[in-house]
């Protein structure tokens, strides 16, 4: 069974330095982050500031042209599972003859879909227990804290140390 989910935002992770994707269900009771690379995340923020751009001048990207030469739609964006903390995501098409063909995709490929397209996406139910406990015991908080104050010792430098006054 699946949640359906839209792509709510687009932020920078402060603690693991790294950019993420809010999903929101409709109620806004379920939020999703999605961590994404560097350069996914270049490709993500170009589809915000040129999606505008493209509509305007009614050029078609090459994923829409495909789909209409092959006679083809997107029925849906899924995300289906959460293995070793990286979701993992599907397609799926629907042919002129009711024929559906499931594609994996990278979870960053079917949020871009989802944006450039402006369709919800659908979350598996049971993701949302999962992501729901995700870094939320103590032991796990008590490591995360300990390994950033560790990683925060390990980046000073002795130099910069009384340059601030106490």
Not at 17 to 38: C, F, R, S, Y
Not at 56 to 70: H, I, P, T, Y
Not at 119 to 134: F, G, I, K, N, R
Not at 143 to 166: C, H, S, V, W
């Amino acid at each position: 069974m699946y949640i359906e989910m839209k792509v709510f935002g687009f932020a920078l992770d402060s603690i693991a330095q790294m950019p993420m994707i809010l999903l929101k269900d409709a109620e806004e009771n379920h939020t999703i982050p999605v961590w994404i690379g560097t350069s996914e995340s270049v490709s993500f923020a170009a589809e915000f500031v040129g999606r505008e751009v493209a509509l305007r001048n009614g050029r078609k990207d090459l994923l829409g042209s495909l789909l209409e030469r092959l006679e083809m739609h997107i029925v849906g964006i899924f995300i289906e599972d959460l293995t070793d903390g990286a979701f993992t995501a599907s397609v799926r098409l629907g042919a002129a003859d009711g024929e559906e063909l499931r594609v994996e995709v990278h979870v960053s490929e079917a949020m871009l879909l989802s944006l450039r397209y402006r369709m919800p996406v659908q979350v598996a139910c049971e993701l949302l227990e999962q992501a729901s406990t995700l870094d939320m015991s103590d032991a796990i908080a008590e490591e995360t804290n300990a390994r950033r104050f560790i990683d925060f010792l390990d980046q000073l430098d002795p130099t910069t140390l009384g340059k601030y006054p106490m």
